[in-house]
Every structure is written in C-alpha cells, then in structure tokens.
C-alpha cells in the first residue's frame, strides 16, 4: 500500500513537472526571439534543473552572427562572474580539509605577495570577507588582458590592483578584487596553477566536461562570441582573472553545477561529495554585513513565503550570464545571452521561470518591468487625453504674450522637449563614451508600446507649438 502510494505521489509530481516546463518554455519560445531580435542579441540558451537533474534546455539563435553558428545548450560561452560561484566551491573545500580557515586573515596563506600598506588593518581582511565582497578592497578597474595575477594584483595602467580603500567589514562593494586575492591564495595554498586544480577537484567530479579555466584548452570551433548592438563581434581575449571571471562553459554544464547544489533524484547529497551539504547551505545563505545582499560567492534574495533564491549574473565583452536556485523549491536555472544588450533579457527569462516552476511572486527586476510598462501606458492614455482636448477645442496651450517673438522661443523651447526625448532614447548619443554600449539605445529595454508614447510625445510638442504660434497678438 505505502509503495502505491508513493508511486502515485511520483506520477503526480512528473506531471506537474512536464506541465512546469511545457509552461516555460512556450512563454520563452513566445517572448524570447522577439527581444532578442529588439536588442539586437543573436542567440541565447537556457536550462532548468528540477530536484537535481536537468530536465529541460533550449537554444535559440546564433551563437556567431559572422558564421550564423546556431546557439545550442552545448555552445561555449563565457561565463563570467559565474565564476566566483565555482571559486568559493573550491575554497569551501580547503576549508573542509583543514587547509584555510574562513576567519583568518587571507595574508595568512599569501606567500608571492602581500597587501600593500594602508590606513586599515590587513588582518581583517579574512577569507570570508573576501568571499562576500566586505573586505573594503578597492574596484580594480580593467581587465588584465594578456597579463599575469600578479600584474593584476600590483595594478597595472588603467587599474588599481587589489588595495584597502576601507575598513574591512564596514559595507558590501560588489568588487572582483577579493576574488583575485583568493586566486592567488588557492594557488599558494595548493601549490597548484587555479586552472589545473579547479578541473581536478571540481569541473570533473561534477561532469562539467566542457568546462575549464584554461583558454589554452577551449574547442574553438565550439566558441561563440559577444557581439556588441552594432553587431560586432568581440575578439575572445584571455585575461588572469580566473577566479572573478575566467570560466568557459556551456549552459548545459552549469546547470549541472545548479544540479549538484541540491540533493538529486536518486539521493545524491547537495555538494556530490565535492563539499558538503552544509557548506552548500551555508554560501548560499547570506552574510550579515552585505546586508542580506550576498553570501559566499552567491548573490542573495529572500521571498515572502521564506524561500531563498542564491544566483549569480555576469557580463563581459557581449556576454550576460545568469543563474539561480532557490533550494527549498528544489529548482534552478541558468539564462546565457551573447549580446551586449544581454542584462534586459536576462530579467525577461527569470521572471517566467520564478512563476512557472517556483510558483513565486515576482522579485524586484519583474516588478520594476510590470511598473514600467503600465506606467508608459497611463502616460500615454494621459498625453492622448490631453491631445485630443486639445483638437476639440476644451484645452487651448498658449502663452498670453504680447510679443510674437516671445511665443516663436517659446514654441522652440517646447519643440526642444522633444528633439530632446528623441535623442535620450532612440539614439546612442548618451551611451557611445562606452565602448560596450556602443549602438545601445535606452528605449531598446523598455516595454514595445514606448515606441507610441515617444510618437505622442513628439506630436503633442508639435501641437502645443504650432497652436501657439498661430494665436493673434492682440
């Protein structure tokens, strides 16, 4: 009896499951390519994970807009600041073996260098600290492309290298310093290169075999790249950041590191023996100086039912990067974009998935695009409202001025408002100082129907003018 009735609990949870992911990916199937083709992203892919196993990805797109590559879950991307996830599995496990200690002072296991001096104290710069970005370190700056840690460390022309510019513990800055500092003490510690030990201990005992740190190794032909609004195509450069942003990947691959953050189907505990189940816990729960921001190498976010999500984004040189779980849901997933314009469809993807497959009420991105898009609609009901008095003659918009010259400023100056609102969100004007924003315009991420609020706008500037222009001086 009790065997049937764990047969039919199973049978029902399958079909919720099939009917989760039917839900999922037909919303993804129907919104999907169309803002991608809106930011001018080529491809994307993405993966659910389900009581520790994938259970379902898709590709759309390209994965290279010059050799029209389609995007698969199995295409290599970059995965970016995914990557100090997998850094604070690797220390998690030294810590385990009695090799680091979280609260000690990360110069403890320095040996090739050392934090130079400062009005703080180093020794409160911990391994914890540096975990969970509160360790007062300074934002390096660029990239170390084509150099070495110990470059980046020392700081370079254009970046600052890894310095106290605060009292450890005072607040959380999001900085990849601390990470590039725990870089250096797994290798010091290991006496080992970081790429080399994080294949051995982690990437192969998880199955991630498509994955790694090491440039030198990547299947090119499986490469995709980052490609800029314009339609570029970023150059793959390599860079000594490891530990904050170096690994390559492919989405099938990081849901399978999703996959072993919770215990899976057959009883394999979170962890997979890599670290355990309570270390798992324990970075994903958030530390008390971030503020409930971020834990150890996860991002953090709370629900109202008492869930917690743990996820973490990345971008870099046309790559957006994202994944998440939320444990007492038992389900994870990961979003991959290769377009500059990554980041707005990234919070597209995770909000269906939150309602499909965790049943959740939408976190703050969700809410901030529902806000956006009703609020550009009332405003243009609003504006047409006006417009439409306006012709019938109940609202007349002119200037009680004698002098006709004033009226012809006054018309250029309300003309001006939308010359203005045109060049802001429809041309790149504001965001070609950078090089990533390039062709990026900020209409692009918000909802379809701004495209009519800007018509509106601009007709309305149009008729406030032109109605006064024609008003008789007395």
């Not at 505990?269 to 150890?296: F, H, K």
């Not at 070609?432 to 609020?453: C, D, H, N, Q, Y």
Request: hydrophobic share 45%.
């Amino acid at each position: 009896m009790k065997l049937f009735a764990t047969l039919i609990v199973s049978a029902m949870a399958a079909a919720s499951q099939t009917a989760a992911v039917r839900e999922l990916e037909a919303k993804l199937d129907e919104d999907l390519p169309a803002r991608m083709q809106r930011l001018h992203i080529p491809g994307a892919a993405a993966a659910l994970v389900d009581r520790g196993a994938i259970v379902w990805s898709k590709g759309y797109g390209l994965a290279d807009r010059i050799t029209r590559t389609p995007f698969t879950p199995s295409t290599i991307i970059r995965a970016a600041s995914i990557s100090k996830a997998l850094c604070a599995w690797a220390v998690m496990r030294l810590v385990e073996q009695g090799a680091i200690d979280l609260d000690a002072p990360a110069a403890r296991y320095l040996k090739r260098w050392k934090l130079p001096p400062s009005g703080f104290d180093p020794s409160q710069v911990t391994i914890r600290r540096a975990l969970s970005h509160t360790a007062g370190l300074a934002i390096p700056g660029r990239l170390g492309f084509n150099r070495t840690l110990s470059e980046v460390l020392d700081g370079f022309p254009g970046s600052g290298g890894v310095r106290l510019i605060r009292p450890p513990g005072e607040r959380f800055q999001y900085t990849n310093a601390g990470f590039n500092l725990l870089q250096a003490v797994i290798e010091d510690v290991t006496a080992e290169p970081y790429h080399l030990y994080m294949e051995r201990v982690l990437l192969e005992p998880l199955g991630m075999r498509d994955s790694t740190f090491d440039p030198n190794t990547v299947d090119r032909r499986r490469l995709g790249s980052g490609h800029m609004v314009t339609g570029e195509r970023y150059q793959d450069v390599p860079f000594a950041e490891l530990a904050s942003g170096g690994l390559y990947s492919t989405v099938e691959d990081l849901a399978r590191f999703l996959s072993a953050s919770m215990p899976g189907s057959n009883g394999e505990p979170a962890g997979r023996g890599v670290i355990t189940p309570a270390s798992v816990q324990l970075m994903m729960r958030s530390e008390p100086e971030t503020g409930g921001a971020y834990g150890l190498g996860y991002e953090t976010r709370s629900f109202s039912d008492g869930s917690l999500m743990a996820a973490h984004n990345g971008r870099l040189s046309g790559w957006s990067t994202r994944f998440a779980i939320i444990p007492k849901k038992a389900t994870g997933f990961v979003i991959v974009a290769n377009g500059d314009a990554g980041f707005a469809l990234l919070d597209h993807a995770t909000c269906p998935w939150l309602d499909c497959s965790a049943g959740l009420q939408p976190v703050r991105p969700c809410r901030i695009w529902q806000g956006l898009s009703a609020g550009v609609l009332i405003l243009s009901f609003a504006l047409t409202f006006l417009l439409v008095r306006s012709f019938a003659g109940r609202r007349r918009y002119r200037w009680s001025s004698g002098r006709r010259l004033w009226n012809w400023i006054r018309a250029a100056m309300v003309l001006l408002i939308g010359v203005v609102w045109i060049i802001v969100w429809h041309t790149g004007f504001i965001a070609s100082s950078r090089v990533w924003m390039r062709g990026f315009k900020p209409a692009m991420v918000m909802p379809e129907s701004f495209t009519i609020l800007t018509v509106i706008v601009v007709t309305w500037c149009l008729v406030i003018a032109a109605v006064n222009l024609r008003t008789r001086n007395p």
